[in-house]
């Protein structure tokens, strides 16, 4: 059974801060994404990353793939109270369905 | 694009009653869509998976007749929660993609609806 940890659990920051959230797991993954939740919606794809090493930027959000493809991280620059959420990462393995780690709570505060 | 609709967005039923949770993939044709139940502040459980046309293959510990899944064409899902009980109180997202690993290049995205939250009373 394949299992995503991710840390920290609750990150509560102050506007302008920097973060830096993790996914990991003992398993390689074909394809792993990063998703927010906002309470009482689904979750929003923010981006999807499959090549080890591989590192992709949506405007403050800098997402990088381990180079074993088994972890994760998710920067935050210049954190804003819109980026207050869940972060869910969510890993597939070659066809299998996807696995979502316990996610990242996380706080902005003006 | 890849927009995925579900209904209703709340219910709110008796113990005992059986409630339809649609799931529409409104601009995009989904092979496969998944089903997941989330409790408050937690992580998303799946359900089951469904294919256009085939029977849903359920996860460990599901319960496949109490919750039914009909993937009746490559836009609609349905997820019917019989004889609903207070436990069974939950938020119900489902989720599409257009492909499988194999057809997607390795890169099945899924694209999320924005859930369902089931009240049993």
């Known amino acids: 059974t394949q299992l995503l940890e991710q840390s920290p659990q609750f990150l509560s920051i102050q506007e302008g801060e920097n973060l830096t959230v993790y996914c990991n797991s003992s398993s390689v993954f074909s394809s792993l994404q990063w998703y927010r939740q906002e309470p009482g919606e689904g979750p929003v794809l923010l981006v999807t990353?499959?090549?080890?090493?591989e590192v992709k930027k949506l405007k403050r959000l800098t997402f990088q793939f381990g180079d074993a493809r088994k972890d994760s991280s998710l920067h935050i620059t210049a954190a804003q109270p819109g980026d207050t959420g869940l972060y869910l990462c969510a890993g597939a393995n070659y066809g299998q369905n996807f696995v979502f780690g316990p996610g990242t709570r996380l706080s902005v505060l003006p | 694009g890849a927009v995925v609709s579900q209904h209703p967005s709340r219910v709110i039923c008796k113990s005992g009653t059986s409630v339809k949770i649609e799931c529409r993939s409104l601009?995009?044709?989904?092979?496969?869509m998944f089903w997941y139940r989330q409790f408050p502040k937690q992580s998303l459980m799946l359900m089951a998976t469904?294919?256009?046309?085939?029977?849903?293959?359920?996860e460990q510990g599901v319960e496949k007749d109490k919750f039914l899944i009909n993937h009746a064409s490559l836009t609609l899902s349905t997820l019917t929660v019989t004889s609903a009980h207070p436990e069974d109180s939950s938020f119900y997202i489902c989720?599409?993609?257009?492909?499988?690993?194999?057809?997607?290049?390795?890169?099945?995205?899924?694209?999320f609806g924005p859930g369902t939250r089931l009240t049993v009373l």
């Open positions: 990353v499959v090549t080890g090493g």
């Open positions: 601009d995009f044709q989904a092979t496969t």
């Open positions: 469904s294919n256009e046309g085939s029977k849903a293959t359920y």
């Open positions: 989720s599409a993609s257009p492909g499988t690993f194999w057809t997607s290049g390795g890169n099945n995205e899924q694209f």
